[in-house]
């Protein structure tokens, strides 16, 4: 028999190899006898088809036009991907798929992984029995039990059927959705592509109403409460904190956050406790204990660089994909932050491996303990993949980038840390009565006992998921005070400080808000179904997009002008807002997420699909298209002139702008995506100018003290003085800002020092 095993990944298909034993490498595939059997082994490289697109069907969807929406394609097409070394492969697989007798699905253990391999088996006809193997994790062991658990694919099917019902509706939807609101646009006199899109849709509605509640934000003030105490010889402090039947007594005194807002209420408080008794009418002490940080997954870890390094979520993907391709960590785009039991026998060899890649981490790696099996080591929340970590290779960590370097740190220090047992203290809660009032204050300590992982220097502190009432008010320790003490409110006193809104997102934070999104859905049935998918997985509570997509439509929503930043706060702009307010509010907020959630746990066959894209169809995209074209406006009178043929394609016409530079002249074949023209030029008393090219900057004699690159001498403007720059200032590689003061022709390294 001639079994055939396609994986996801050549090295999925290599491991698999491995776990088989004596094949043989060939161009694409591996082959050998495995107990009389004629086995090859080949491997996909992500998906190897793609859909139509709307001119594949009819060449009339080339041009954008109100008259062709909506539009929906039954039944739905695939062609080889675009991609080439993608088709060199598929030539490999489908004469493989040819003479095989048996065919065993090896893609990754999630919906997406089964439909990559199920796609090829339907695109290329494969009628014979096809066997299904789960694997998520490359170690040897885990490869052959996969193997030996070998079941019949059909049991996993469905899997793939839901995949492609998300990848068609979400690619129906997305054309329909953009071209619409591009064609709109331009009725309204504006330029460019305005896309729209389930998740990117209501990733910007985040952005926006973060950022109109953040500038609608009305200025009002509260009044906190704090005291001193001394009771049995211990000063501390403590806040007022008022019980719930208090607060609903004196309902118009606080706000809707239990604050006070009347100010001589919170002055006759005041009154009534400075200087009068205080009695201790609650101490408890608990000893508690938090364990260590857990791994990164891949939004972790984005969300770890942006705040330490400022490094954007694309650009995270790029390092560790990077790092992946060197073998140096496992798996990037993961959303758990588990590993399994075959992880915890490679420990030892994992932590010797690190202590010789990475010195400067050596005494803390020989102070974990390889044997030590904390929480991270857990089977049942290992599904399709598993946390990143190190892989066991080693390496020179100087030979990396500065960026590889940071990330592997990261990644590395989060492993090392879950040799290290929990963080334990002494958590005590005080609860006092003061004055002839009763009034209610409370304060917290926490005492260490052991600092566990926290010996362990690293950068993983403040991810910690420690409980939320983990939180200290006094330094010192409270743990003798008993029930019953009294003593002296010592000082009692009031600030009055003002509301604030919601702080702007920073990536960090909007890449937080996105693994919750469910939080921002109206109705609490939808939040809920969006929440339940999520439930066994660490870091996820209803979140839109995945680990592989966040970062690109993000990118993708700064591309086109719907969100900036400014310093590190993201903010919705103008032709964001705009577009927002167009959406309806299925689009806007995450509903439509929610709303397909529950719809693809009835899809298990083709037939499923078609009816669900049929239901995409009539109930989200008709209506909002139909709303559209019947509210169109007519046409914007055109404010720009057009001028002749542009000058270098000499096929369309030059249009004028007012850009954000000022007015400048365009090529129209910017749309033409046959003939596309990218051609600009300045404005000059209203007529197209050529671009004068800018002279090359001087370089001297004189050199730069930080990188040795030549100094270039520059006037300075705006009253700054003249002053010598570094010419490594545009290199976008290894860019140097260096800027030394002129003296009197020369610059000044003396006054820098």
Request: proline share 4%; hydrophobic share 30%; with cysteine.
């Amino acid at each position: 028999m001639k079994i055939l095993y396609i994986a996801e990944k050549a090295k999925v298909g290599r491991a698999i190899a491995s776990a088989l034993g004596g094949l043989k490498s060939n161009q694409g595939y591996l082959e050998g006898k495995v107990n009389d059997d004629d086995v090859f082994v080949t491997w996909c490289s992500g998906h190897m088809l793609e859909l139509f697109a709307p001119a594949d069907y009819d060449i009339k969807y080339k041009t954008w036009n109100f008259e062709t929406l909506p539009f929906c394609f039954s039944p739905y097409k695939k062609k080889v991907s675009s991609d080439k070394s993608k088709q060199a492969q598929l030539k490999i697989i489908k004469s493989l798929l040819a003479t095989s007798d048996m065919v065993v699905n090896a893609g990754d253990p999630d919906d997406e992984g089964q439909l990559i391999v199920d796609d090829l088996v339907r695109f290329y006809n494969f009628k014979k029995p096809v066997k299904r193997i789960l694997i998520n994790d490359n170690n040897e062991k885990v490869v052959k039990k996969a193997i030996e658990k070998m079941v019949d694919n059909e049991k996993f099917e469905h899997m793939g059927w839901q995949a492609e019902a998300r990848s068609v509706a979400d690619q129906t939807l997305g054309l329909n959705f953009t071209r619409a609101y591009t064609l709109l646009n331009r009725l309204n006199g504006g330029e460019g592509v305005v896309s729209a899109g389930r998740v990117q849709s209501a990733m910007l509605g985040l952005v926006v109403r973060r950022t109109m509640e953040f500038n609608n934000h009305k200025e009002n003030y509260f009044y906190a409460i704090q005291a001193s105490f001394e009771i049995g010889g211990i000063k501390f402090s403590a806040k007022f904190n008022p019980s719930d039947k208090f607060i609903e007594t004196n309902a118009d005194k606080f706000d809707e956050k239990k604050r006070i807002i009347d100010a001589d209420f919170a002055k006759q408080i005041v009154s009534d406790c400075n200087k009068a008794q205080a009695v201790v009418s609650s101490a408890e002490t608990l000893s508690k204990s938090t364990p260590p940080p857990l791994p990164y997954n891949l939004i972790k870890l984005q969300q770890k660089a942006s705040k330490k390094f400022n490094y954007d979520p694309d650009e995270v993907m790029k390092i560790t994909q990077s790092l992946k391709d060197k073998d140096l960590i496992t798996y990037n785009r993961t959303d758990s932050q588990y590993l399994n039991d075959e992880h915890f026998n490679d420990a030892s060899s994992v932590l010797g491996t690190l202590k010789g890649n990475i010195p400067d981490l050596a005494n803390g790696i020989v102070s974990a303990d390889a044997s030590y099996k904390g929480r991270v080591f857990d089977d049942s929340k290992t599904t399709a993949h598993h946390a990143i970590i190190p892989s066991e290779k080693s390496v020179d960590v100087s030979s990396l980038t500065v960026k590889e370097r940071n990330i592997y740190m990261l990644i590395a220090s989060s492993y090392i840390i879950q040799f290290y047992p929990d963080y334990e203290y002494n958590e005590t809660k005080i609860l006092l009565e003061v004055g002839d009032n009763n009034h209610a204050f409370t304060t917290t300590s926490n005492q260490p006992t052991k600092q566990g992982w926290k010996d362990f220097e690293n950068d993983s502190d403040d991810d910690s998921d420690d409980d939320s009432d983990n939180k200290d008010d006094n330094k010192i320790d409270l743990a003798a005070l008993n029930s019953g003490e009294s003593g002296l409110c010592s000082l009692c006193d009031m600030t009055k400080e003002k509301t604030k809104p919601k702080p702007l997102y920073t990536m960090s934070t909007l890449l937080g808000d996105l693994t919750s999104a469910s939080k921002y859905i109206k109705n609490p049935k939808l939040a809920k179904i969006l929440k339940e998918r999520d439930k066994d997985k660490k870091g996820e509570s209803g979140g839109i997009g995945t680990p592989a997509t966040r970062d690109s439509i993000i990118k993708l929503l700064f591309k086109r002008d719907f969100i900036e930043k400014k310093g590190k706060k993201i903010v919705s702009t103008k032709q964001g807002n705009d577009l927002y307010n167009s959406l309806s509010d299925a689009m806007k907020y995450p509903d439509l997420s929610a709303i397909w959630v529950e719809k693809f746990k009835g899809i298990s066959s083709a037939n499923d699909v078609s009816n669900f894209i049929d239901y995409v169809l009539k109930s989200n995209i008709e209506p909002e298209i139909n709303n559209i074209k019947e509210n169109k406006p007519a046409p914007a009178p055109k404010k720009d002139q057009e001028t002749a043929l542009c000058p270098v394609c000499k096929t369309h016409n030059m249009v004028r702008r007012n850009g954000k530079f000022g007015w400048y002249w365009g090529c129209l074949g910017y749309r033409d995506e046959d003939n596309q023209c990218k051609n600009i030029m300045n404005d000059v008393d209203g007529k197209p100018v050529a671009k004068v090219a800018k002279e090359k900057p001087v370089l001297s004699e004189f050199k730069c003290d930080k990188c040795d690159r030549p100094l270039i001498f520059r006037n300075g403007s705006n009253g700054r003085g003249d002053f010598w720059g570094c010419s490594g200032y545009s290199d976008k590689k290894k860019q140097c800002k260096n800027i030394i003061k002129d003296d009197n022709g020369k610059p000044l390294y003396e006054d820098k020092k």
